[in-house]
């Protein structure tokens, strides 16, 4: 007799209704409007008058346990022992009642935390969501967010900004890290350099060849043993033949730069989605601190807070102003990098922000 088939292992992410606050699970879907009472706060009405408060508190991305232990920590005891992380890695406490805000924020900033990121505030620097168990990383993520973060905290405790701005980071320069407002992303240089030993023994060459986008790697027969050679005319330094073959080594201390791009947003009720725009690149990849990358990144920021209107979105500020006019107000320079004369891109890239099938 046929035994009884096993039933599936569900392994998704658990019921989130049972780690809510009460509050919120009562009221779902039942929200009358929400209201911004200070910077790092919000408070949530609802239809039937019940009334939530969340407070918003800085983290440095990677969290180790004790860390974690503290904050919920105070959250037991300030808060009513609920806590969720935000895609920002934001962590949000929820109160009930109104009289437990202020304690709850004195807690916290005592434990040396910040509260803020929210409404037009600079909101907290996203790094990869994969950058410590990722194979191709060619840079550090942690420590780009933690340093910039550093010089914008007063961003991120005010409402100081014409309207909200999300910067991202990425550590390769082909994968996540994308849509943002600004975007700090790496930038290779030069082509990959082959360990000729390594191939044969690590890579499947058809799958390494399959992967570049612009057919620049051949299989090659080197000193007798089967290997790779790339085509450097054609290579358009992305990274991607490096996580299917690390002996295509392209990280580099001195030519992975880090580039700026501004101006990508979502679509959303008013207006379609945009593409960012490449406005810095060649900029040294320095830690620990990434002077030369916060100081363009201040230097936008500054432009746009200063000339912005009000809830004016930065590709809503650059697309009114014009690309010549963006440079003149930031002092950066426009240079023939910004331009790309890549000659597949016409034929092959899909240049449209609109979906198509
Ligand atoms: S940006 Fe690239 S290296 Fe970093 S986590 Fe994403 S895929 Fe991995
Ligand atoms: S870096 Fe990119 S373009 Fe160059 S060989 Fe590798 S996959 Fe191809």
New binding site residues.
Partial sequence: MAKEMRSPIESGCPDAFQYMHPVMRKNYGQWAYHEDPQPGVLLHVSNNGDKIWTVRVGTQRILDVFTLRKLCDIGDEYGDGYIHFTIRSNVEYQVADEAKVQPLIKAVEEAGFIVGGTRNSVAMLSH????LH?????TD?SGVVKSMMDELIDEFKGWNMPNRVHMTT????????GQGDIAIN?QHTKPPKINHDLVSNVCERPSVVARCPVAAIRPAMVNGKPSLEVDEKKCMCCGACYPPCPPMQINDAEHSKLAIWVGGNHSNARGKPTFQKLVASGIPNNPPRWPEATAVVKKILGAYKDNAKDWERMNDWIERIGWPRFFEVTGLPFTKYHIDNWRGARASLNASTHIRF
């Fill in positions: 990869t969501q994969g950058w990722c194979d191709i990383p060619g993520a990425s550590c390769c320069q082909i994968n996540c890290g790496v």
